[in-house]
């Protein structure tokens, strides 16, 4: 399967693990020694941390994640994607933001290795 | 030269241009189609609006990027890089976070062509 369509797939994944809450299923969606790099927090390492931090992004409301493809880069077993997402809660958008993730070919799926993503609205005055 | 010894001549590159504010020497550690995704602004394409962008930074009162190599995945004429910084205007930490650099080999260089990061801190209260 090339890049685009395995990112493609990878990503109608993503956005039905989190329309179902399934925090269970994200490591699936994910390298086994995948990092993801969150805005405000540490980075996060592998299974058991990705399914937590996607169970408490659930928790605080996150209902659906909008992630659009704008370019792929190829690279053999890898590919990076880099994008755009909106995220909601409910009706709701609480956040949109550009998107950067290195993809690699993992038993057939293209799954996310490194992921990272930041807000496009300006910081809210501290 | 290897990616990871041209990674770090880059950053080192990187660290001297933001010590002597030369935001006219930035586009020369990007490749000509590079793309910047900045925290709470919107993607950044090309020299002159890479220039512009660390100008702004400059005027800001940025005086220090200190990036920090934790991992690089060597695509080829590719490389991921992930790893951390801290920013500092004088000697007050502005922020600290990871950072996400796709680097490409470029006439014989390293070159930053997607580069991106997230601060590690809380985010203010809005």
Do not use: C, Q
Not at 70 to 84: F, H
Request: aromatic share 8%; glycine share 10%; proline share 5%.
């Amino acid at each position: 399967m090339d890049a685009t369509t395995g990112i493609h797939e990878g990503n109608e994944r993503f956005r039905t693990a989190v329309r179902t809450a399934d925090s269970a299923g994200t490591p699936a969606l994910y390298t086994r020694d995948a990092t993801v790099l969150p805005p405000n927090g540490d980075a996060v390492h592998g299974a058991e941390e990705i399914e937590r931090f996607w169970a408490t992004a659930f928790e605080n409301g996150v209902t659906e994640a909008r992630p659009v493809t704008l370019e792929v880069i190829e690279m053999g077993e890898y590919a990076l994607e880099v994008g755009e997402y909106t995220v909601l809660s409910g009706d709701d958008i609480l956040d949109r933001g550009k998107i950067m993730v290195l993809w690699h070919r993992d038993d057939g799926f293209w799954k996310m290795h490194r992921d990272t993503w930041n807000s496009s609205l300006p910081l809210p005055a501290g």
